[in-house]
């Protein structure tokens, strides 16, 4: 670990070590150069600038000072010269500074750097999920680090998203949006912009998502092609790391309920609301995104969740080669539990049985923790959950210790018009399992 923190820091002052490597290389040259010119470009102009300096001296101070004035006059050029550079450089830097983005102060330019030099050398994180449980979480981490990878489910057929696949055959852009908005350090209103959704009057436009339509733009732009879309919007945002879709190719979900019967369509599973046994992708054989397995591999700390169980985290884990990659991974790896139950799909579940839902369905140990929020919400918005079929997960941890799983439990909720997760607690808690 402390090696590979060690690779990290140094590799992300490269930058900054080029610079100075050609700055240094330049003063030699200019030096060398300067010593082989000396005697017949140098010496003579130095000499001849020296005689006019006697010549004005013997004017003003006695001739045995001559050549005191001589070194301080030379002492005061090298003190205003040095100085004058100085501020040429620094208001260069300043003028393009301003140049490439206005709102950035001068008082803020070392404050920005500083702040980007530390998030740079934070460690290795991926986050794997989709819904507002992976983009709540993402918020908190780009805190602590800029070197995250979102590994995102792409198996959303409704909404905004269902409608963009069924008109342009395009990947769900939904929960990526999200992401890269939660990522994002770009102004508030471009970010605004992503999020905007159309009402309801806005006839063939109502109900999607700004970003969305944005996104597939960039994919008709890119020829089709989504990777590139996506990294188009994420220079757009200036997110603080990486959004990669679990996989390219088209893919839906397909359910098994108790009852035998069979659901094809995450949105037709939801509305289903029957106890799922079992949950496939459709088709299963899809192809892994290689930068998921590669940020796999090299991660520090993987997050698995949180999200709907059946239709944001078992998705992502059930991509042909993730789990494979999540098995033999060096890194810490947590499963983060959802605060409140998704109606049709996890109803009254506790902590305990979302995680024997991932064992059951992707069959081999993909993490070593398990995170558990404690803490309970008020009983008004208990209340106004259970109106919606939404429950608490009541945190049973004993039965997941039970199970072989290290239980990380406390207060990681956020209540207040909404119960969720605190991506600032929950970030500081996962990174803190780092330290230890």
């Known amino acids: 670990m402390t090696n590979r923190r060690v690779r990290t820091i140094i590799a992300q002052t490269r930058g900054l070590r080029n610079a100075l490597g050609w700055t240094v290389l330049g003063i030699l040259l200019f030096v060398l150069g300067s010593a082989l010119s000396f005697q017949?470009?140098?010496?003579?102009?130095?000499?001849?600038?020296?005689?006019?300096?006697?010549?004005?001296?013997?004017?003003?101070?006695?001739?045995?000072?001559?050549?005191?004035a001589t070194h301080f006059?030379?002492?005061?050029?090298?003190?205003?010269?040095?100085?004058?550079?100085?501020?040429?450089?620094?208001?260069?830097?300043?003028?393009?500074?301003?140049?490439?983005?206005?709102?950035?102060?001068?008082?803020?330019?070392?404050?920005?750097?500083?702040?980007?030099?530390?998030?740079?050398?934070?460690?290795?994180?991926?986050?794997?999920?989709?819904?507002?449980?992976?983009?709540?979480?993402?918020r908190g981490l780009k805190?602590?680090?800029?070197?995250?990878?979102?590994?995102?489910?792409?198996?959303?057929?409704?909404?905004?998203?269902?409608?963009?696949?069924?008109?342009?055959?395009?990947?769900p852009p939904g929960d990526i949006r999200n992401c890269l908005v939660a990522l994002a350090d770009a102004e508030k209103a471009m970010t605004d912009l992503f999020q905007h959704r159309f009402k309801?009057?806005?006839?063939?436009?109502?109900?999607?998502?700004?970003?969305?339509?944005?996104?597939a733009a960039l994919v008709d732009q890119a020829r089709g092609d989504f990777e590139k879309a996506v990294d188009m919007a994420s220079n757009v945002l200036a997110i603080r790391g990486r959004v990669v879709p679990s996989t390219l190719e088209r893919v839906g979900l397909?359910?098994?309920?108790?009852?035998?019967?069979?659901?094809?369509?995450?949105?037709?599973?939801?509305?289903?609301?029957?106890?799922?046994?079992?949950?496939?992708?459709?088709?299963?054989?899809?192809?892994?995104?290689?930068?998921?397995?590669?940020?796999?591999?090299?991660?520090?700390?993987?997050?698995?969740g949180p999200g709907s169980v059946y239709t944001s985290v078992i998705p992502t884990l059930l991509v042909p080669g993730i789990t494979e990659a999540l098995r033999t991974s060096k890194a810490i790896r947590t499963y983060i539990c959802n605060v409140m139950t998704q109606p049709g799909e996890s109803d009254e579940f506790t902590a305990s049985e979302h995680v024997t839902a991932i064992l059951v369905n992707v069959e081999k140990r993909v993490f070593d923790y398990v995170v558990v929020n404690t803490a309970v919400p008020s009983q008004e918005l208990l209340e106004r959950y259970l109106k919606e079929g939404q429950h608490f997960v009541d945190p049973d941890v004993d039965r997941i210790?039970?199970?072989?799983?290290?239980?990380?439990?406390?207060?990681f909720m956020s209540e207040s018009n909404v119960v969720r997760h605190d991506p600032m607690r929950l970030a500081a808690k996962l990174i803190g399992l780092l330290k230890r």
């Open 73 to 138: 006059l030379g002492g005061a050029f090298l003190v205003l010269g040095l100085l004058f550079l100085i501020v040429g450089i620094r208001q260069f830097f300043l003028h393009l500074i301003r140049t490439l983005n206005p709102a950035l102060g001068e008082a803020r330019v070392s404050e920005v750097y500083l702040r980007r030099q530390k998030l740079a050398q934070g460690p290795k994180v991926v986050a794997l999920g989709g819904g507002t449980g992976l983009s709540t979480l993402l």
């Open 143 to 171: 805190v602590h680090t800029s070197n995250i990878t979102a590994i995102v489910t792409v198996t959303d057929d409704g909404g905004s998203s269902g409608r963009l696949v069924q008109d342009m055959g395009m990947i």
């Open 40 to 68: 017949v470009v140098i010496q003579p102009l130095l000499l001849s600038l020296n005689e006019m300096s006697k010549r004005i001296f013997a004017m003003v101070v006695p001739p045995d000072q001559i050549g005191l």
């Open 254 to 304: 397909r359910a098994i309920l108790e009852t035998g019967e069979e659901v094809c369509g995450e949105t037709a599973i939801v509305k289903a609301g029957g106890t799922i046994r079992r949950i496939y992708l459709d088709p299963p054989d899809v192809s892994p995104q290689q930068a998921a397995l590669d940020a796999i591999a090299e991660a520090d700390i993987i997050c698995i």
């Open 401 to 411: 210790r039970a199970t072989g799983f290290r239980v990380i439990p406390g207060d």
């Open 200 to 215: 309801e009057a806005a006839g063939s436009l109502s109900g999607h998502s700004m970003g969305n339509l944005l996104i």
